[in-house]
């Protein structure tokens, strides 16, 4: 009886071992699953192009972009059918469409501090996390990758950022092109410094930036046109505010220049036109950005 | 002021953000072999400059002393007859709208001007009572807010592009070599050379306008004369150097203050003079300051004109 009875026992034994081990599995899922559909019920806006970059590379969808107002193609391709909100001074965007779209978190930038504020009063969490320099990109893509529950992400997307800006950095020689980098074409140039995001990428891609010496905090200052011709650049790089549909005209407009003319960049004809906001905003892109500065504007590819 | 301004022309060419001994600068003008750097901050920097800043400073100081001879109101100046609303929105369209067609700045902002100014001139000296005063300067206030209204709109549209068009706003010279100069200069040689013929009638119309009519003159036209030339000047010198408005206002003022006269005789020629003087003193000052960072000039010539100005009209009081 004693033995009859205890025959199903290993059976039960074994299905229970079954039990336990689909039960665990089960568990394991529904430890993971509630998080991720957690996450993509969050209704998340990236005001900032570089937020909103790094989210779609995480895998994670933003609800609404910022204006891509000076994207570059690669940028726009992964940004292509998010629907974009407009964005004005001083706010950012419109307030009242934020409100009624009820996001969980808005990634923005300081620029638009007066909104962050008002949002934050509408009880939106708002995250700042633009990156200012190229060296803190890294650290950004991971504190966006830990807010939205994608460290694993965040990380495998830091070793692409790694691997394209030691490909696009490989080779540069101990020969630094001095380069001027210069904002906007109306009645004022204003160079490109050391501290700006532009005048950093140009030093990582191996060129030396032409300033005069000069310092501002945002990062650029309208600069002698005399230091200009005592520096004499052997590159010029124009970056005009904003879009620009006619380069051409721009072109002529910058290539007429009566200083730059006289440069060494003007006589070997090596001034470029940035069409883009490359040099403007922080992108995930570094290295693509580095080997399109090299390959346009300092000729060391 | 013949001695400030050559003192203050000496300064614009013998300083800038990088040290030219005075022989470098002499050995230049007088077309001496010099290193080829030194050449081209002279030649196409300082040079330029420096006679615009001449040219302007005395235009606006004329078109302020005709225009305060004509409307005989003591706060006329450009703003007044809308010039400067008018040529801060041709300013500000081009390089906001159309920034790729940049080189069009100086026209688009000569040709605003003169356009505001002669809404005004329609408004204020045609149909009945034509020529009155209050009038004139009613219609001024009226197209310069249309304009400024213009031209704030355009700036909340594109935000982005602003920083480009903030020099322009507040007022300051920037190197264009001669190009601009060789749009502009025949509207300056038209406005200097109707100021200089104004110069006689505007003194017959400080007696008043039955005395002025009594010895031959005609004040309706002399008004008109009068304010056409300043806003001629003003616009040209707007399309050069941006807003400077302050400089109309301020510098007869300051020359009556001084030579304790108000005859145009006096006042219109030692304007320029002083004008020019205060605007190349002023812009070599904003350059130079904080070198290799270039200020712009409109602070600054607030900053040297205002206490002067204050302390002569205490003075005087």
Redesign the interface.
Same mark, same amino acid.
């Given at each position: 009886m004693h033995l009859d009875a205890a025959r199903p026992k290993p059976r039960l034994a074994r299905l229970s071992g079954v039990v336990t081990l689909l039960a665990a599995v089960l568990l394991a899922f529904a430890l993971q699953a509630p998080s991720a559909d957690a996450a993509k019920k969050k209704r998340v806006i990236a005001i900032s192009p570089f937020a909103a970059q790094t989210m779609v590379q995480l895998g994670y969808r933003p609800y609404r972009v910022g204006m891509t107002l000076g994207a570059t193609k690669h940028q726009k391709r992964l940004l292509k059918g998010i629907p974009a909100m407009t964005l004005s001074h001083p706010n950012g965007p419109n307030l009242e469409l934020v409100a009624k779209m009820r996001p969980k978190i808005v990634f923005s930038s300081n620029r638009w501090s007066r909104g962050n504020k008002a949002m934050r009063q509408l009880g939106i969490r708002v995250v700042v996390a633009d990156p200012l320099t190229p060296a803190s990109v890294k650290k950004k893509v991971t504190q966006i990758g830990r807010i939205l529950g994608r460290k694993k992400q965040a990380r495998k997307l830091n070793k692409k950022i790694t691997r394209q800006l030691n490909s696009a950095t490989r080779g540069i020689s101990g020969i630094r092109p001095r380069t001027l980098v210069v904002l906007g074409i109306g009645t004022t140039a204003m160079a490109f410094l050391e501290n700006s995001w532009g005048g950093r990428l140009i030093r990582m891609a191996g060129g030396k930036l032409v300033t005069g010496n000069a310092s501002a905090g945002g990062g650029f200052a309208r600069i002698s046109d005399e230091v200009v011709l005592q520096e004499d650049p052997e590159r010029i790089v124009v970056v005009p505010h904003g879009t620009n549909d006619d380069l051409s005209r721009v072109a002529k407009w910058v290539t007429d220049n009566e200083v730059y003319k006289s440069t060494s960049a003007g006589q070997s004809g090596n001034i470029g036109i940035s069409g883009d906001n490359t040099l403007l905003q922080a992108g995930t892109d570094l290295g693509a950005t580095i080997r399109y500065i090299r390959t346009n504007f300092l000729k060391n590819w | 002021m013949l001695a400030a301004l050559v003192a203050a022309t000496c300064a614009s060419l013998a300083l !800038? +953000? *990088?040290d030219i001994p005075v022989s470098g600068v002499i050995d230049t003008l007088l077309g001496k072999q010099v290193p080829e *750097?030194t050449r081209?901050?002279i030649e196409?920097?300082?040079l330029p400059r420096t006679v615009e800043a001449i040219l302007v400073g005395a235009a606006l100081g004329v078109a302020g002393a005709c225009l305060q001879g004509a409307l005989n109101n003591p706060l006329a100046s450009p703003d007044v007859i809308g010039v400067t609303g008018g040529a801060g929105f041709g =300013?500000m369209l081009v390089?906001l709208l159309y %920034?790729?067609?940049? =080189?069009l700045?100086p026209v688009s902002a000569l040709f605003f001007g003169l356009f505001a100014a002669t809404m005004v001139f329609i408004i204020g000296f045609t149909g009945r009572g034509g020529g009155n005063i209050t009038r004139v300067i009613l219609a001024g206030i009226a197209v310069a807010s249309l304009f400024s209204a213009g031209t704030a709109a355009i700036m =909340?549209a594109?935000?982005?592009?602003v %920083?480009?068009?903030i020099?322009?706003l507040v007022g !300051?010279l920037?190197?264009? !070599?001669w190009?601009t100069l060789e749009t502009v200069w025949p509207y300056l040689a038209v406005g200097f050379v109707l100021a200089a013929f104004m110069i006689r009638p505007l003194d017959r119309l400080m007696l008043g306008d039955d005395v002025a009519a009594s010895l031959g003159s005609r004040p309706r036209l002399i008004r008109l004369t009068a304010a056409l030339a300043a806003a001629v000047l003003a616009s040209a010198a707007a399309s050069i150097a941006?807003l400077l408005a302050f400089l109309g206002l301020v510098i007869p003022h300051l020359i009556r203050l001084l030579g304790g006269t108000k005859s145009h005789v006096f006042v219109i020629p030692v304007s320029a003079l002083a004008g020019a003087a205060l605007l190349t003193a002023g812009d070599t000052l904003a350059?130079t300051i904080a +070198? %290799? *960072?270039?200020?712009p000039v409109g602070p600054f010539l607030v900053l040297l004109g205002v206490p002067l100005f204050l302390w002569l009209l205490r003075k005087a009081a």
């Open positions: - | !800038g +953000a *990088v *750097v081209n901050i196409i920097l300082r =300013a390089i %920034p790729s067609s940049i =080189a700045l =909340a594109y935000p982005d592009r %920083p480009n068009g020099y322009f !300051g920037t190197t264009s !070599g190009d941006g350059r +070198a %290799p *960072v270039e200020m």
